[in-house]
């Protein structure tokens, strides 16, 4: 959470653990950390004057770290109902995950 001079850390109120096979630290207080390690990236370019308006990042995931507790009891899945995800959306940006559902897969499953 570095961009040149600024650290994102304080602000954030997070804390940083260091990662075990790649550079950047981990968020500590994560259920769900994978550690990645950078490929290669693809700028999109949809505006009329040819300007990057997103990019498209290519990561390998190395090393994944959970939390015993977003477990299920047998240890084997994740327990969705356990976790409150946030997704940075861009920039100063953020969500929280409203409620968790499952869908059965169908032929013809279309999004809702």
């Not at 961009?3 to 260091?18: I, V």
């Not at 990057?52 to 090393?63: D, Q």
């Not at 977003?70 to 976790?83: D, P, T």
Request: proline share 7%; aromatic share 4%.
């Amino acid at each position: 959470m570095h961009r040149g001079d600024f650290n994102e850390w304080p602000q954030s109120g997070l804390h940083e653990r260091p990662s075990h096979s790649v550079r950047p630290p981990c968020v500590a207080e994560s259920a769900v950390s994978i550690e990645c390690k950078y490929l290669g990236h693809h700028d999109m370019i949809i505006h009329p004057k040819g300007q990057p308006t997103g990019t498209v990042v290519i990561l390998e995931g190395v090393k994944v770290h959970v939390k015993k507790d977003v477990m299920s009891e047998e240890g084997s899945s994740l327990e969705m109902s356990r976790l409150r995800p946030v997704a940075r959306l861009g920039g100063i940006t953020y969500a929280l995950m409203g409620e968790v559902s499952s869908r059965r897969k169908t032929a013809n499953h279309k999004l809702p």
